[in-house]
């Protein structure tokens, strides 16, 4: 037998002690009894009152020991887990400082992010990428480390210019690869500006391996320019540097892998639509054993004691 709560029982000390006053009282009682009460009246005494301190305070040890929670014996309960492996492959470049969609492209991408590593039931991995590619973060299940990574992202933080899709994919996929015997999808969100030449190279290799891409666009096609500590970055001749989100680019990359395809999913509902989309989820069944709660038959037999020393009390001088 255990105790969901052993430290109640330390109360068990105070059962003594409380027979004693009992004991005391009934010494009183009878003394008040003969000095007060005929003897008539007294013959009609109930022979079992003697017994009343004795019934209390057992009915005080067993409502602590009900306190306590005792368990006995073991139940088998069913329980369903939902695993998946999530890796999310975030584009840093600096075309992401764009503030084209009511605050930097960046700032909007790192909400959508969160917004996915909260609801994700499994573990989650991050990859950044610009024109290299590194993890951030391994699979885990630490959602709160994975946002605060995200929440320290700058554009630029690689300092390796341009976006190279077809790297960041396959460095996604070598985390895959490191735990091959769980499902996984991928998360890209980035504005679309691919610069690698190879990216149907990897989208196949994806797809090869049932793996799919949620593609999730930020960004404006009207373009806007990149602010920089000292004002728009400009190219080699001097004019500012103009970005453009590129859409169908994401949607390319989602329709070749299976995925699905969101363009600035900002809104509430979106959003929902979003994360209830598990693809790499896995609901595996177990049993576990779960401990019996016996404190119903203390406090019943307390109860019974109370109701005998209620009982003994009748015909009391």
């Given at each position: 037998m255990t105790f969901r709560a052993p430290q109640?029982?330390?109360?068990?000390?105070?059962?003594?002690?409380?027979?004693?006053?009992?004991?005391?009282?009934?010494?009183?009682?009878?003394?008040?009894?003969?000095?007060?009460?005929?003897?008539?009246?007294?013959?009609?005494?109930?022979?079992?009152r003697v017994l009343r301190p004795y019934v209390l305070a057992a009915a005080l040890a067993l409502a602590i020991v009900a306190l306590a929670g005792p368990r006995a014996g073991y139940a088998l309960m069913p329980l369903d887990t939902t695993q998946s492996n999530r890796i999310l492959v975030f584009d840093v470049s600096q075309s992401m400082a764009a503030e084209d969609v009511g605050t930097s492209r960046l700032e909007a991408a790192k909400a959508i992010a969160k917004r996915i590593v909260d609801a994700d039931p499994g573990r989650v991995g991050l990859v950044l990428f610009e024109a290299d590619a590194e993890v951030a973060s391994p699979l885990t299940i630490d959602g709160d480390a994975v946002g605060a990574l995200i929440d320290s992202i700058g554009p630029g933080d690689l300092s390796e210019p341009g976006s190279d899709f077809a790297n960041a994919l396959r460095t996604a996929l070598r985390l895959i690869d490191s735990d091959p015997q769980q499902k996984a999808d991928v998360v890209l969100i980035s504005d679309g500006e691919d610069q690698g030449p190879k990216l149907d190279d990897a989208l196949r290799v994806l797809r090869s391996k049932g793996v799919a891409v949620t593609a999730i666009?930020?960004?404006?096609?009207?373009?806007?320019?990149?602010?920089?500590?000292?004002?728009?970055?400009?190219d080699a001749s001097g004019d500012p540097v103009v970005t453009y989100a590129h859409p169908e680019v994401m949607e390319h990359v989602a329709q070749s892998t299976g995925g699905r395809f969101f363009e600035n999913p900002f809104a509430e509902h979106a959003l929902d639509s979003l994360v209830a989309s598990q693809r790499g989820a896995v609901t595996r069944k177990?049993?576990?054993?779960?401990?019996?709660?016996?404190?119903?038959?203390?406090?019943?037999?307390?109860?019974l004691a109370f109701i005998g020393g209620s009982l003994a009390n009748r015909g009391a001088e």
């Open positions: 109640f029982l330390w109360l068990l000390v105070l059962v003594p002690f409380a027979l004693m006053l009992l004991f005391a009282r009934e010494r009183e009682r009878e003394r008040l009894a003969r000095r007060f009460v005929s003897e008539r009246l007294r013959g009609v005494a109930n022979p079992a666009s930020v960004g404006s096609r009207r373009g806007a320019t990149i602010p920089t500590g000292a004002g728009e970055l400009r177990r049993e576990v054993q779960v401990p019996i709660e016996r404190f119903q038959w203390p406090l019943a037999m307390a109860f």
